[in-house]
């Protein structure tokens, strides 16, 4: 079957005050039809940086340097702008935001906003976009959709605005939804709720789905396949069942174990702590916080090597991360 | 609520602070130190003389019923009569608020046909030329003064490069605008170069928000952006600054009036403090006072306009 997506050693730098933050520095992503895939990583690994590439609405500061995203077999990089916005942004690939909230125009109604991105990228009259607008509130379970249609953003509850947000992004029927942490800031029993319904509603038109989170709880609650991402790059993927439950890189091992982004410091078994910080320039880039890193991690770049089909790593010592998890009782079912 | 009912309320709240500016610009009179008749008469004046101004004036009564005398002549149209004039003022003031009108009009008209494309132009290259040529253009011009820019822009254009008339407000429309035109201009910098300034910074904090991100992400052109959303979003602090300095645009029309000889209110405005004609000044106090209330409301409501969480809630 053939990749609806394919990011291959992507690079996307940041520029400013004479610096350059690598924010994507060599990743390699795909997703196929209807698939849900999701992408993990701490804060400022560079997952919405790479949502941002996929779309080209990076900040004027930010430039994809290299590397391919290869969508339905062509080349995103090559398109012009407006072929970007029309074909692409919105009609093919949308996207669902983190905070509800703010990523609404205030001075707008909900109505008005999802109308006009139906009538931007559809032949269609205000007329039946309205009809479709309501008939897709009602497909998220807006309640009271016709009523709703005229309300503010600011009349509306969080969960309802992301009801809203969803409602929006697929209303032109994409190939690819983007959704990044959108339940982070919703409460957990509404976010719990939009994301049942939102997986409901995934099945049901058969979408592709990249999903952007810290929490891995609900990537194995909802996704087909799992990226470990950090610093910029993908550390270890494959099937949500074959990563979950066989590790191989001792950073997913971390995050797995607690499903908290930081660990005690290096030494002390069982990872380490620190932060997204001294990335060496050779070598393995999680090296200052991996238990079991030594010097012959930083002596070559570590490609990213299949183990087997379902299942990629970026690491030369699997076989230590293997024993670590092993080693301590850990089990990482009380985590997920 | 709704925006006709938000728009009523706030008319209906405007009542009270009527009075308050009637009694105020009432009072104007018995403000000056000194005997009012004496005032305008000045100090050479007969004691008859005298007594007859006060008895036209009404300034014998006791305060309530003068207050009281002036707002039923107020009710019938009746501002008194002007000393200078000796003519109804309320006559006086409409023949001439056309002119001050119509210029403050066309300033508004070159504030938005400059301060838009402009601000735009800076938001869309900001940190690059375009945006230097807008902040440093504002910051001359908000540094001179505009009686100076009036004398200024008065010897080149028209005394030396003979492009514009001198004086006065010529006859028929399109000789009004053509005389008009300088004036207008100049009345309209300040306010050109403060709008461009907020509208520059307002539209760049805009630029930032996470709503136009999702714009952005759903395909919407730079054009609709720009034009539809960044723009509707940072006009809010930019109509407060424009409905702030309209009395700052009052004041200047007196000067650029004066400046070029035109018969605006302004002008007589001047006329009149210069001759101690106070029923005048009253009456014209009073104009501007309402332009300012009228004014202050239609901010209100076009707040409401744009943005409906101001009533709505
Ligand atoms: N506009 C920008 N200018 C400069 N650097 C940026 C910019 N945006 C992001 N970065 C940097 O790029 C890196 C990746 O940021 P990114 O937002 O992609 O991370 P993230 O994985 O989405 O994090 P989070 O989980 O907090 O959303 C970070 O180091 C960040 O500081
Ligand atoms: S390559 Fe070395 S430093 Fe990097 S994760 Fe593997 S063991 Fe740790
Ligand atoms: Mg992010």
Not at chain 1, 45 to 74: C, D, M
Not at chain 2, 133 to 158: C, D, H, K, Q, Y
Request: aromatic share 10%.
């Amino acid at each position: 079957m053939m990749n609806l997506l394919e990011i291959k050693d992507l690079h996307t730098y940041f520029e400013g005050n004479g610096a350059i933050v690598k924010a994507v520095d060599g990743a390699d992503l795909s997703i196929r039809e209807r698939e849900v895939v999701g992408l993990v990583g701490e804060s400022g690994s560079g997952k919405t940086t790479i949502a941002n590439s996929l779309l080209r609405i990076l900040p004027e500061t930010g430039r994809i340097v290299s590397g391919g995203i290869i969508f339905k077999g062509i080349n995103i990089r090559e398109l012009s702008e407006k072929e970007m916005q029309f074909k692409i942004r919105g009609n093919e690939i949308s996207m669902i935001f983190q905070d509800p909230m703010v990523s609404l125009n205030p001075l707008f109604t909900v109505g008005e906003q999802i109308t006009s991105v139906l009538k931007l990228h559809q032949d269609i009259g205000q007329k039946e976009a309205k009809t479709k607008a309501i008939d897709l509130f009602r497909k998220v379970r807006i309640s009271d959709p016709e009523k709703r249609f005229d309300n503010y953003p600011h009349e509306l509850s969080g969960g309802m605005i992301q009801r809203v947000t969803i409602a929006m992004a697929m209303s032109c029927e994409p190939s690819l939804i983007i959704a990044d942490e959108p339940t982070t800031a919703l409460d957990v029993t509404i976010a719990n709720q939009i994301l049942n319904e939102f997986e409901e509603l995934i099945g049901e038109i058969g979408v592709s789905v990249l999903w952007i989170t810290h929490d891995l709880g609900v990537i194995k609650r909802i996704c087909d396949y799992v990226n470990v991402m950090y610093a910029g790059t993908l550390m270890e993927q494959g099937t949500v069942k074959t990563v979950f439950e066989n590790p191989l890189h001792s950073y997913t091992f971390g995050l797995l174990r607690s499903n908290v982004i930081y660990y005690e410091p290096k030494g002390k078994i069982p990872t380490i702590m620190g932060e997204l910080s001294e990335i060496p320039h050779q070598g393995c880039k999680f090296y200052p916080r991996c238990p079991i890193g030594d010097e012959g991690c930083l002596q070559e770049s570590i490609e990213l090597r299949k183990i087997d089909e379902n299942h990629s790593i970026r690491c030369i010592k699997p076989e230590d991360a293997k024993r670590l998890s092993r080693s301590k009782n850990h089990g990482f079912q009380g985590v997920c | 609520m709704s925006l006709e009912r938000y728009a009523l309320r706030r008319f209906l709240e405007m009542i009270p602070v009527l009075f308050i500016v009637l009694f105020i610009v009432f009072l104007m009179l018995h403000f000056i130190p000194g005997d009012p008749a004496k005032n305008i008469l000045g100090i050479m004046a007969t004691p008859e003389r005298l007594e007859q101004l006060r008895k036209s004036l009404g300034l014998n009564e006791p305060l309530h019923k003068q207050f009281y005398v002036f707002l039923t002549q107020l009710a019938r149209g009746s501002l008194g009569t002007s000393i200078r004039y000796k003519a109804p003022i309320t006559e006086l003031i409409f023949s001439r608020l056309r002119v001050t009108l119509s210029l403050v009009f066309m300033s508004a008209v070159f504030c938005v046909i400059i301060s838009l494309p402009l601000s735009l132009w800076a938001t869309k290259h900001r940190g690059k030329f375009p945006d230097y040529v807008a902040r440093i253009s504002s910051l001359f011009v908000f540094s001179m003064p505009e009686f100076w820019t009036g004398l200024l822009f008065l010897n080149i254009f028209a005394l030396r490069l003979g492009w514009f008339p001198t004086r006065g407000w010529g006859s028929g429309l399109l000789d009004n605008i053509y005389h008009l035109f300088l004036p207008s201009f100049i009345l309209g910098l300040f306010l050109t170069a403060l709008v461009t300034r907020t509208l520059r910074s307002d539209m760049i904090e805009v630029l930032q928000k996470e709503y136009i991100r999702t714009a952005r992400t759903y395909g919407f052109s730079d054009r609709t952006i720009y034009l539809k959303y960044v723009l509707k979003n940072a006009l809010l602090p930019t109509i407060t600054v424009l409905g702030l300095n309209l009395g700052w645009l009052l004041g200047s029309s007196v000067v650029i009036e004066t400046v070029f000889s035109l018969p605006g209110i302004g002008a007589m405005l001047l006329d009149a403090v210069i001759v101690r004609d106070y029923p005048l000044i009253q009456g014209i106090s009073l104009v501007f006072a309402l332009a300012i209330m009228l004014n202050n409301y239609i901010v209100d409501i076009i707040y409401g306009l744009i943005d409906p969480r101001i009533y709505r809630s």
